[in-house]
């Protein structure tokens, strides 16, 4: 690479042999983000990435660029007080269903409510990978596994409904091989403060084929609901689908247009700024919503800490630590 030359998803690919299982979904991945990087100015020097435990937390190695490998469920944590110490780098957390929202759930609602100024991205394949198949917080009713021999009977979460329950301002979602994962991440990277994308995972090991409705090429449009910002929300091959308001149960619900004199009029417009939008619209029956659910600016928190040490320095100008730690109530123990 000769200087000031434009960077390139190859210099963002370093020289560890790529391990994950053949055809997983982590490949499409970790593609999209070393190409979403150069167009949003990213450098080698200034970038990290933090992950946890399991599959998609190998994603460190594979990044010319910093990187932590932490332990289960903490990267939040480390990413949090690396972020407050150098404000200057580019803090990406990579983790996964059940890193995040089993042993990680405490962590991950915090950097979210807190706002954290990073990237969170949270690769859901409804399944623990890493070690051998179990069933995750996402695992669908049923699920079949070592940990759930006769069917899970667990209650799935939702990633992006527990994000917004959790107070986070930027929440979107998009799918491994997805032409559209680039653009998705592009937006989490312009945002100040924590954005949280759910990326929905195919295992092809201990649970493939889970989101065949939503990526297959020729079914899954009826089935994706690509948000844009003031746009009426329709789907389908043509367009022909559309999600509207219930007047009677407050939720929302799949309409086809045409029938019964429905027109684009009677749908919801996707409002970014519209939490409640975002939530209805979060676990639509047979259909994902994709793409940007809600954004909002507000506080960050690392510009907030940075502030109020400022602010305890001024106040604490001449100050003495010796004389600090002896000050009040001191005491001689011989």
């Not at 979460?157 to 653009?183: C, E, H, M, N």
């Not at 954004?295 to 003495?320: F, H, L, N, T, W």
Request: some cysteine.
């Amino acid at each position: 690479m000769t200087e000031n030359a434009p960077l390139t998803k190859k210099d963002f690919s370093s020289d560890q042999e790529v391990r994950w299982c053949p055809g997983c979904g982590d490949y499409a991945i970790l593609a999209a983000v070393q190409r979403t990087l150069p167009k949003v100015g990213a450098t080698l020097e200034n970038t990290v990435f933090i992950s946890g435990i399991g599959c998609s937390s190998r994603f460190p190695y594979y990044m010319n660029t910093y990187g932590f490998h932490t332990i289960h469920g903490r990267a939040p944590a480390f990413a949090t007080g690396l972020k407050v110490v150098r404000p200057d780098l580019d803090v990406w957390v990579i983790s996964g269903d059940g890193d995040s929202l089993s042993i990680g759930g405490n962590h991950m609602l915090h950097v979210l409510r807190r706002n954290v100024n990073l990237q969170y991205l949270l690769f859901n394949n409804q399944i623990y990978g890493l070690t051998k198949g179990q069933y995750s917080p996402t695992s669908d009713v049923g699920q079949i596994s070592p940990s759930s021999p006769y069917g899970s009977i667990d209650q799935p979460v939702t990633p992006v409904r527990i994000a917004l329950g959790a107070g986070a301002r930027f929440v979107a979602r998009g799918y491994d091989v997805s032409k559209q994962l680039p653009d998705v991440l592009e937006a989490a990277h312009r945002f100040q403060g924590a954005s949280f994308v759910e990326i929905l995972q195919n295992c092809p090991v201990f649970n493939d084929g889970v989101f065949d409705l939503i990526t297959d090429r020729k079914k899954g449009p009826q089935h994706q609901l690509w948000l844009e910002h003031g746009q009426p929300m329709t789907f389908g091959k043509n367009g022909e689908m559309g999600v509207r308001l219930n007047p009677q149960t407050l939720s929302a619900e799949i309409v086809t247009l045409g029938e019964n004199g429905i027109t684009e009029a009677d749908l919801l417009v996707h409002d970014e700024t519209n939490r409640n939008i975002a939530w209805l619209i979060a676990d639509l029956p047979d259909v994902k919503a994709l793409g940007v659910l809600y954004r909002e600016d507000g506080p960050v928190y690392d510009e907030s800490v940075r502030q109020q040490v400022q602010m305890a320095e001024e106040r604490a100008k001449g100050a003495d630590l010796k004389s600090l730690l002896r000050e009040g109530h001191t005491w001689t123990v011989s």
